[in-house]
């Protein structure tokens, strides 16, 4: 019965991974002219699987009617909040992908379905409730995503993307594994609950605190927090933008679900053990997210540093240690997952006469004065990813500041806050180029519809009228911050 | 009244124009610009007509739970509804001085003006800490495109130094507010303002707000984004940013500084004491020696201001009332003079003083303006000026002699540099052909210049109409920092009792 149970919870899972397998031959039968075919039938199953996870996010599921496989998974309102996330980044990176691929020809049949691979292993690293599972959708998910990083194998950025990102994401996978030994080494288990108890028995032992150290320095790789960041420019900037757009939406949510559970609930017991790491680790994310910005040229890239400096945010919420500390990140993940999405759609869709990608923001000059609309998304998503309200983006700052100054790290907000002052400027100087420069005219190439689209959803989610989804938000994401603790 | 929300509306209906405005044409924009302000203004008579005068505390509030964490919560006491007022009166004047003036991109422009218009009444009505910090921060975006896109050569420069000051000023704020909310359980301004938060606490509270308002203010040394703003913004951004951006600060004091932390208040008094005194005297010497007409009226603006600051910082009513009554009379003044600037520049496309010379021949009835915006500058009885600067002064001779002395140099300085100017520019021999032959005041100019003009004497002469509202509101105040307020050196006595007809009457002159 145990095993009926089990795999009812995982429903999701099992969904998407069948359907993976079925459209992989499919891909191997039809080839890269149903590519597709196989993008709209992915995205119908990403659907599905969000569809059946939602209930546990709406109904607050908790505790042990969530455990799957022994204390391996837990399908909580917390795993249903980060996987909701995660399949609708997914949807709008297979939405956005064709028209990006076919000026190069190359949309292929298999790129549907490794997003569809990785997005299992992110939903598994958001519901891992073990060191092993945990690690099982770390690599299901980063070997799908170096892959992604590659795809365009004529282009040689491209490669050289993927590249970097294999061999410095090995080298974290590595220090995580490490860290995940000596943690199993010295508490003598690998579940969550179980090194929760070992920590919180007696004092820690200098393995354990080890451990832990090697651990989180593997997920702040992972996340792109700094100083574990220098791979983040290079990767974005490198990667087809619907990948990039990937990377910064879907790849970050699971990533910092992950980082969340395994802080919050296994290193729980202690949190005065990694609480400095933490701050540190948010600060110096913060800083020099702002700082690497500004002297950009390629607004992919900035957007890279633009991620390094919201992590930073985000990490002053993991800092407070505490479950509003939590659902604030939550709300800052998926707010900052729309403006990704707004932001890298609305760089999708800077196209030169012949289609080609504008990525150098010089060639933004006076966008304002021959493409409005989308000038004005743009400004938008800058303003809203500096946080200066009334966008949307002001909110979860918001939200993590006034965590952190409920759990009395007055002085981690101020500083955040105050260096969040350094990284407006950057954000400004695209603002500046679109608005107050002589127009180029570079930008006349015509867009997708379903770019348009996409678009405005998400820039109407960033807008003012974002406001009004402020209680919805926090109540999911109490429900799952409050998962999250449910010990 | 009752139930009509009058406040809603006076947002929406900007907003609402600011939209139309975004796709119109120039013709179009403005025209729909200059309506949505008039009907703002008709909106802002009547709620001053309907405000109950020494009624309940805060009028017309208006609550809805739609957002986590805080509330849209709006009301006005009678200095909300003076500075509303305020703003109401010079959006249309704005929108006149743009007129001609905005030849690109007109649609923008009009809208980034009512969007301003809205945050700007949303900034004195809210009445909850998070929302005012929205409206107030939320300013920043519309004003930078503003100088950005439709400023002077330098435009660029000045408006990142704008947007960066401004912003680095307000993020301390924030998270004083949220340890405020935190301890004190709501975000109500209201209760707030009746909240006693431990004294310790207060002084750092006080200091992250004071970064904010006195940016905001701008009080001395953090002014230098004034000068660089006012000079590069378009003439209606300059009388925008004067008239009622820079009031922002001064009501953060009155709302939030003094209420909220009177004990505080009182320990950092001498420092804003000292800097006002540094501003009143080194700004206005700056002044003197200006070349560029907006850069010496956005001097004075700071010396102004600090004015305003020491009568905020006397502790009593008079100085309370007499900084209120220079905010709504600088708004006016700084505005007209902007505007002044305005319509010679509109003519000959430079702000230098030297360019003009001898415009009382050709330009009689501008000189006639500009003189009177002159002397309400300088605070010569009768105009606006002068009620504001007397009682402001009059109240910090109570609290520290030395400060009223040294501030007084302040009128004198200003009586100076802005003499100076108009010798400059209006009188002396005409010297440059071109600004001789500059046409007078034309009929859109007569209708911005005779409205601002008749406020400006009826200020001076019966400054009643505009004590009134705030009598109240400002008697509360002083109560509430009356506790804490420092001892003076003034050592007024009480005389013996008079009869109270001869004290009533007494009282009556005062004012």
């Known amino acids: 019965m145990e095993l009926v149970r089990s795999l009812q919870l995982v429903a999701g899972e099992e969904v998407l991974s069948i359907s993976g397998l079925i459209l992989l031959l499919w891909a191997a039968w039809a080839g890269d002219k149903a590519a597709r075919a196989i993008s709209i039938a992915s995205v119908a199953v990403l659907t599905v699987a969000a569809l059946i996870a939602a209930p546990a996010l709406y109904g607050a599921a908790m505790g042990a009617d969530t455990v799957a496989f022994g204390g391996q998974y837990r399908a909580d309102a917390f795993s249903a909040f980060g996987k909701l996330l995660i399949y609708a980044s997914a949807a709008v990176t297979l939405i956005v992908a064709p028209a990006f691929f076919d000026r190069f020809k190359a949309m292929r049949a298999e790129f549907p379905l490794l997003v569809l691979f990785a997005a299992l292993g992110m939903g598994m690293m958001v519901s891992a409730t073990d060191l092993l599972t945990l690690y099982i959708g770390l690599e299901l998910n980063s070997l799908a995503s170096y892959v992604l990083a590659a795809i365009l194998r004529s282009d040689e950025r491209s490669a050289e993307s993927g590249l970097k990102y294999f061999v410095l994401g090995s080298l974290a996978s590595g220090i995580l594994l490490y860290g995940v030994s000596l943690t199993y080494g010295f508490t003598g288990t690998t579940s969550f609950e179980g090194i929760r108890h070992a920590l919180s028995a007696g004092t820690l032992s200098t393995g354990a605190v080890f451990g832990m150290v090697f651990v989180l320095a593997g997920m702040a790789f992972k996340i792109s927090a700094a100083p574990f960041h220098m791979w983040t420019p290079d990767v974005y900037e490198g990667a087809p933008t619907p990948v990039t757009t990937f990377f910064a939406t879907a790849s970050k949510v699971s990533a910092l679900g992950l980082l969340m559970r395994i802080s919050l609930m296994a290193f729980g017991a202690a949190p005065a053990a990694w609480q400095q790491i933490v701050i540190f680790a948010a600060i110096l994310s913060i800083v020099i997210g702002a700082l690497g910005a500004i002297g950009q040229d390629n607004i992919k890239r900035l957007m890279a540093y633009s991620s390094i400096n919201n992590v930073g945010f985000i990490l002053i919420g993991l800092a407070c240690a505490n479950q509003p500390g939590a659902a604030a990140m939550l709300v800052y993940i998926a707010i900052y997952v729309a403006m990704s999405v707004a932001g890298f759609v609305a760089v999708l869709m800077l196209r030169d006469e012949n289609g080609d990608p504008v990525e150098s923001i010089a060639d933004l000059s006076g966008l304002s004065k021959t493409r409005p609309g989308l000038a004005a998304a743009l400004a938008a998503v800058m303003f809203s990813l500096a946080g200066i309200p009334p966008l949307f983006g002001f909110w979860g700052k918001f939200v993590v500041f006034q965590a952190a100054v409920q759990a009395n790290l007055v002085a981690l907000a101020a500083i955040g806050i105050a260096a969040s002052v350094i990284g407006a400027f950057y954000y400004l100087k695209v603002v500046k180029v679109m608005y107050f420069d002589e127009a180029v005219d570079k930008v006349r190439g015509k867009s997708d519809l379903a770019h348009g689209v996409l678009l405005v959803i998400a820039s109407v989610f960033i807008s003012p009228l974002g406001y009004l989804l402020t209680n919805w938000l926090h109540t999911l994401a109490g429900n799952a911050a409050a998962a999250l603790f449910h010990v | ?511």
């Not at chain 2, 909300?80 to 929108?95: G, H, Q, R």
């Open chain 2, 1 to 511: 009244m009752s139930g009509f929300p009058i406040l809603n509306l006076m947002l929406l209906v900007p907003l609402v124009g600011a939209v139309a405005c975004l796709k119109a044409g120039r013709e179009q924009a403005r025209m729909i610009a200059l309506v949505t302000t008039l009907v703002d203004l008709v909106l802002g008579a009547l709620l001053w007509a309907n405000f109950d005068t020494g009624g309940a505390q805060w009028q017309f509030t208006e609550r809805a739970n739609l957002f986590a964490g805080f509330q849209w919560a709006l009301g006005i006491d009678g200095i909300a509804l003076l500075l509303i007022a305020l703003t109401v009166f010079l959006m249309p004047i704005c929108i006149g001085a743009s007129w001609n003036s905005i030849e690109k991109r007109a649609g923008e422009y009009y809208a980034a003006f009512l969007l301003m218009e809205t945050l700007m009444i949303g900034v004195f009505a809210a009445q909850d800490l998070f929302l005012f910090y929205i409206m107030f921060e939320a300013g920043l975006i519309p004003m930078y495109l503003i100088i950005g896109i439709w400023g002077g050569a330098d435009r660029i420069y000045a408006s990142y130094k704008f947007f960066l000051y401004t912003l680095l000023g307000s993020v301390l704020m924030l998270i004083a507010m949220f340890w405020m909310v935190n301890a004190a359980g709501t975000t109500d301004i209201p209760t707030l303002m009746q909240y006693n938060f431990p004294p310790h606490a207060q002084t750092w509270l006080f200091l992250a707000f004071f970064a904010s308002f006195a940016v905001k203010m701008p009080m001395w040394p953090v002014h230098t984004w004034l000068p660089d703003a006012h000079v590069q913004a378009p003439t209606a951004g300059s009388v925008i940013l004067a008239g009622v951006l820079l009031k922002m600060g001064g009501y953060g004091f009155i709302r939030f500084s003094l209420p909220m932390f009177p004990e505080a208040s009182a320990q950092f008094a001498p420092l804003v004491w000292g800097l006002s005194m540094a501003a009143v005297v080194i700004t206005s010497l700056i002044a003197l020696v200006q070349h560029d007409m907006k850069k010496l009226i956005a001097y004075s603006s700071v010396a102004h201001m600090a004015i305003v600051t020491i009568g905020l910082f006397a502790f009593n009513t008079q100085g309370l009332e007499g900084s209120m009554l220079i905010m709504l009379s600088h708004g006016l003044v700084a505005g007209a003079l902007f505007l002044g600037v305005g319509v010679i520049y509109d003519r000959l496309h430079t702000r230098e003083i030297d360019r003009y010379g001898g415009l009382a021949i050709n330009m009689p009835y501008f000189a006639l303006f500009f003189l009177l915006f002159t002397m309400a500058s300088i605070g010569l009885p009768g105009t606006s000026g002068f009620v504001g600067e007397f009682l402001s002064l009059m109240g910090v001779y109570q609290e520290s002699s030395w400060v009223a002395l040294v501030c007084t140099t302040g009128i004198i300085l200003g009586a100076a540099y802005m003499l100076y100017l108009y010798r400059r520019v209006v009188f002396g021999e005409q010297k440059n052909a071109d600004a001789a032959a500059m046409p007078d005041l034309d009929a859109r100019e007569w209708a911005m210049m005779v409205p601002l003009g008749l406020v400006t004497l009826w200020m001076g002469v019966y400054p009643e109409s505009f004590l009134a509202p705030m009598r109240k509101d400002i008697a509360l105040l002083e109560a509430r920092v009356a506790v804490a307020a420092p001892k003076g050196d003034a050592q007024v006595k009480k005389g013996a009792a008079k009869p109270a007809a001869e004290h009533e009457a007494a009282h009556g002159e005062a004012h």
